[in-house]
């Protein structure tokens, strides 16, 4: 069955340091999102992408996040300047369309921990 | 804004079934969503309700009532692995609005 893949699955970084979260979405969906999950919380929205723009975004993404699609396959978040708050789990998640009946499947995440 | 509430913990024994509660409050709504997430994995679809009443999948069945704002997760046969959190997510209808707003989770435990 095909999967949402996300890497790395782990990573330790120092504060201030950028960090670039990869995702490889299914392969005929068209929109893409990243949510995070800090430890013991829910699953927060940050972002939501279609067609090589933000269609949209939460609070959360600020100015020090932004995402990009460098080629037919590859769907990734950049953390320009990581804070400690930062570090939660980072799923990535694609879905065929935004249409109300399609599901949208998550990746296995990656954490994200900041020291 | 969206406000999703649904019990933290719940306990039933395998076997059994259970109930998972949730209700919302959203300005719009195009949809909601059930995911089943074991400790540190990434959240599993399990099902989808638009319209009122039952979508019966399997083990799994959901329901959802609009004018209540108000669903539920049923588990039938419970098995020792279905020990999990179950997340309640809400799609808005806000035009171009495809994100899912998450509750925060019912952790279920199953036991012999």
């Known amino acids: 069955e095909p999967e949402v893949t996300q890497t790395p699955s782990h990573q330790v970084t120092q504060m201030g340091q950028e960090v670039i979260l990869r995702c490889v979405p299914i392969?005929?969906?068209?929109?893409f999102y990243w949510y995070r999950q800090i430890l013991g919380q829910k699953v927060e929205f940050l972002v939501s992408?279609?067609?090589?723009?933000?269609?949209?975004k939460s609070e959360i993404f600020d100015d020090q996040f932004s995402v990009e699609r460098p080629d037919g396959s590859n769907f990734t978040l950049k953390i320009r300047s990581t804070k400690l708050e930062d570090s939660a789990m980072y799923f990535c998640?694609?879905?065929?369309?935004?249409?109300?009946?399609?599901?949208?499947?998550f990746g296995e995440g990656s954490w994200l921990t900041v020291v | 804004g969206q406000n999703i509430d649904q019990p933290t913990e719940m306990t039933a024994t395998e076997g059994a079934i259970v109930q998972i509660n949730c209700t919302y409050q959203?300005?719009?709504?195009?949809?909601l969503f059930w995911y089943q997430q074991h400790a540190g994995e990434a959240p599993t679809f399990l099902s989808y309700n638009v319209l009122d009443g039952l979508e019966e999948k399997g083990r799994f069945s959901s329901f959802l009532s609009r004018s209540k704002g108000y669903s539920y997760l049923l588990l039938k046969e419970l098995q020792m692995k279905d020990s999990a959190s179950y997340l309640c997510?809400?799609?808005?209808?806000?035009?171009?609005?495809?994100?899912?707003?998450f509750g925060k989770g019912t952790k279920l435990s199953v036991i012999p």
């Open positions: 998640a694609s879905s065929e369309s935004p249409g109300s009946g399609n599901t949208i499947y």
């Open positions: 997510a809400v799609r808005d209808r806000g035009a171009g609005s495809y994100q899912l707003t």
């Open positions: 992408f279609y067609n090589n723009e933000i269609s949209e």
């Open positions: 392969s005929n969906h068209l929109y």
């Open positions: 959203t300005s719009g709504f195009n949809g």
